[in-house]
Structure formats: structure tokens, C-alpha cells
């Protein structure tokens, strides 16, 4: 069988990103993306919440404010 230069070019990209000694066909271990989701603890109630707004309050003592 005679691979293209296309093949070719893109075996060499998964090599060279992934040769970390992870096999390139295990395209699921790659890169997680990061999460923009933060830690924040509620100054009300203590409540430990994750969120992505700039808030310092959880949405239960967020809507008695």
C-alpha cells in the first residue's frame, strides 16, 4: 500500500505532538481542556460551589439579596 504526502505529514504531526511515549491512536488521553468553572464559598451560608460568573453569594442567598 503507498501513502500519500498527506499520510505522511500527519502521522509526522501526531508523532512529533505525541511521541511522550503515549501510543497516537489513543486519541482519547490527549489534552483535557481547562475548566473555566472556579471554587467559590458562599459569604452567607459557607455553601462550597463551583461557578463561572463573578459572584461571591450561591443562587440560594443569591435570590434573597
Known sequence: MVK????K???AEIRA???GGTCPCQMGVIEKK????KEV????CGTVF???RD???CWRCEKKI
Do not use: P
Open 34 to 37: 481547562k475548566s473555566s468553572l
Open 41 to 44: 464559598v458562599c459569604k452567607k
Open 50 to 52: 463551583k461557578t463561572n
Open 17 to 19: 505532538k505525541y511521541s
Open 4 to 7: 500519500n504526502d498527506e499520510d
Open 9 to 11: 505529514s500527519f502521522e
Open 55 to 57: 459572584t461571591e453569594y
